[in-house]
């Protein structure tokens, strides 16, 4: 018997109003008639959805439960996702326009937790930064919503997107323990390359994310609002952009930096992208990615420059065939890891000296302050401004440019040195992919590389390897090489990094600070006692070349100074630097000039000129070295060292003129104006590079 079409019933306000039992019965013959298609509550195309979301569903919890550890939680979780998923694909319901304009109000935020969660929890967020970070997710998801005019398709593609950009960022903090950052989309093809290398597992909170994104996405499915705007639809598409636009060039202001409180600890990226949130920590770093010519740089102008600095250089046209490399010392580098003198800060007294060794030498050699650009971390700065002679006070402020920035070849004391004769050696006793230094030693022109893995059974203190340790590696390398052979040595420690708040039982400090109070009292005493294992290394170091006859000069230096609550403890505000000193950021407190002193010593087994209290900077580092070296200068380092007789010092954060007045940024800036259309040139415009300029002939 075929089915009769039936129409929908309109109920009359008669039949409305009549008894229930009445009513009951007219339901009753509704109830009798055959179920249209449409009405249907389960179909063939529901059912068919609904197995395909089980299956995949189900198979990812499977995985899950393969690769993730024993101990993780809440796995229930993900057969309740699955069991929802299920019934929403399974029966066939529509939304009211109300519960659609919910779901479509929430969604945004909802998909930022989500995303968040693939790695941390929400709450450890900073207030600020969720502000913010909401605020994209609803301009995103408007933008989308204009462009495709349909509430579930919007969430449907805002979610898939930020939904596989979350995911991306778990597999790349899970292989690398960095996030993803901008610079990152300059080795995306590297990366491609290496990606079958790697175990893709999936934790049970990871798994739990991607099942409440399927199970979104099946609430979409259903979703049917439509917006009719086809004649404001492109100024509405138009609005929603420029909006969203705006607001992550706001996000990336320093105004925006300050009132929102992000975290700008640049030095630990995965802290910084779980205080400040994925979207909004990648939006912000874009900032660093471009940097702009500087007012009137042409290539007219650089062979101007290049000109009057290289007819001012009697060193020009060296090459390694004027050079006796036989006259010439081997030349040790130490960057010791967070190496400062705190009495900069304050007067405090200790039970016993800190530095007994390193203050007491006076006999060839040279002593004083160097100014770092960074506190508290962001090593990896100060090492560039040391090997390239570039400052970091042309490049935007919390800007890594190891990671952003050296992509090829770049001079460096190095590739000079190496150009020569002399073997360059890189050391550093942790990760090689810290600070991508694996491929930027390579680009600076290391010839050798030593890592963590290098040293054999090596001291550790606390949990990282010693400063003597490295040294012992350096005395080994020194007694393998050959009596003609020069080393350059270049070793970036471990043993002072932070934190200094745990208890280790295989390092007992022994300084302690007389009279002192406060929270983080004996982490500055743990930190004072690592300097005095610092001084006390250093000492057999130098011990041991006195007794060399080949010429050895080694230099050591600070790369910065521990962080805040370290020195905070003794920080009085003395004031030991002079007051000629333009300072960039506030100026005052924990932002002041005397925050980024460190010491720096440089000693010979042979004369050189002595010096006591000297201050500079790293960027003039090498040009003081390679003078008590005596290896001639490149026409660069000429320039650097003409320039440090009217500029003494500068970095990110303090520039001192010669006149002993002090300076504003116009000033500075006009003085400088040739220093940063080199740094343009040998950094960025590469293709142009006046590469003689920058090394030996």
């Excluded at 339901?27 to 055959?34: A, D, F, M, N, V």
């Excluded at 979703?223 to 404001?232: E, I």
Aim: glycine share 6%.
């Amino acid at each position: 018997m075929k089915n009769k079409k039936y129409k929908k019933r309109i109920y009359t306000k008669s039949e409305r109003s009549s008894s229930a039992k009445e009513y009951l019965a007219i339901i009753g013959r509704q109830l009798k008639r055959p179920i249209e298609k449409q009405d249907r509550w389960i179909d063939k195309k529901s059912a068919i959805l609904a197995v395909v979301y089980g299956v995949v569903m189900a198979g990812l919890a499977v995985y899950a439960m393969q690769t993730a550890e024993k101990s993780q939680e809440w796995l229930w979780l993900a057969v309740v996702f699955i069991a929802a998923a299920i019934v929403v694909n399974l029966f066939r319901f529509r939304y009211s326009a109300l519960i659609e304009i919910i779901l479509t109000a929430f969604a945004p935020a909802a998909v930022f937790m989500l995303v968040e969660s693939y790695t941390h929890l929400l709450s450890q967020m900073w207030e600020g930064p969720v502000i913010l970070n909401l605020i994209m997710y609803y301009l995103f998801f408007g933008v989308l919503l204009f462009i495709t005019g349909r509430t579930g398709m919007s969430i449907l593609i805002g979610s898939m997107l930020l939904g596989a950009a979350g995911l991306a960022n778990y597999f790349v903090l899970m292989f690398r323990s960095s996030p993803i950052l901008p610079w990152d989309l300059f080795s995306v093809g590297v990366a491609a390359t290496v990606a079958d290398n790697f175990e893709y597992k999936l934790s049970v909170r990871a798994c739990n994310v991607i099942l409440l994104i399927l199970l979104l996405w099946s609430l979409c499915l259903k979703m049917r609002l439509k917006f009719k705007m086809s004649k404001f639809r492109g100024a509405g598409i138009a609005v929603m952009c420029a909006a969203f636009m705006g607001f992550c060039s706001y996000v990336q202001t320093d105004a925006a930096i300050k009132t929102f409180d992000m975290d700008t600890t640049l030095f630990t990226p995965t802290v910084y992208y779980r205080n400040n949130g994925l979207a909004l920590s990648f939006i912000v770093n874009l900032r660093y990615l471009k940097i702009d010519k500087p007012e009137g740089y042409s290539q007219e102008e650089l062979a101007k420059i290049q000109n009057e600095i290289s007819s001012g250089n009697s060193d020009s046209n060296v090459s390694a065939d004027n050079i006796d490399l036989t006259k010439k010392p081997n030349i040790i580098v130490i960057m010791n890891e967070a190496f400062s003198d705190l009495s900069v800060l304050g007067d405090y007294t200790t039970n016993t000296e800190v530095m007994p060794f390193i203050s007491s030498l006076s006999e060839n050699t040279q002593k004083g302050w160097m100014y770092s650009s960074v506190k508290g971390g962001n090593t990896a700065n100060t090492e560039f401004e040391f090997l390239t002679g570039l400052s970091m006070y042309f490049l935007p402020t919390g800007s890594i440019p190891y990671q952003q920035y050296i992509k090829s070849e770049v001079p460096s004391l190095a590739s000079q040195l190496s150009s020569v004769g002399y073997t360059s050696v890189s050391m550093h006793p942790y990760y090689p992919k810290g600070w991508n230094r694996d491929t930027v030693y390579d680009d600076l022109g290391f010839e050798e590389k030593y890592f963590k893995d290098d040293f054999s059974n090596p001291e550790i203190l606390r949990t990282y390897i010693s400063d003597w340790t490295t040294y012992q590696k350096i005395i080994s390398r020194y007694e393998e090489k050959s009596s003609d052979e020069r080393l350059f040595v270049f070793d970036v420690t471990m043993q002072n990094h932070g934190s200094y708040v745990k208890r280790y039982s295989n390092f007992i400090p022994d300084v302690s600070v007389v009279g002192g109070s406060g929270t983080y009292l004996k982490a500055t005493e743990q930190y004072l006692s690592l300097i005095k294992r610092s001084d006390e290394a250093f000492k057999q170091l130098v011990e041991y070349f006195e007794k060399q006859s080949e010429p050895t000069i080694i230099m050591m230096f600070g790369d910065h100074q521990p962080a805040d609550y370290i020195t905070n403890v003794v920080d009085t505000g003395k004031k030991t630097g002079s007051n000629d000193a333009f300072v960039t950021s506030i100026g005052t407190g924990s932002d002041r000039k005397e925050r980024y002193m460190v010491p720096f010593v440089m000693w010979a087994n042979y004369d050189i000129n002595e010096s006591q209290g000297e201050e500079t900077s790293a960027n003039y580092l090498a040009v003081r070295l390679l003078k008590a070296a005596g290896l001639p200068l490149t026409d660069f380092q000429s320039y650097l060292s003409d320039l440090q007789q009217n500029v003494p010092f500068i970095s990110a954060h303090a520039l001192k003129e010669n006149t002993g007045t002090d300076c504003g940024e116009e000033e500075a800036e006009a003085l400088l104006k040739n220093y940063k259309k080199l740094l343009y040139n040998d950094l960025f415009d590469t293709k142009h590079r006046l590469q003689a300029f920058y090394s030996y002939e």
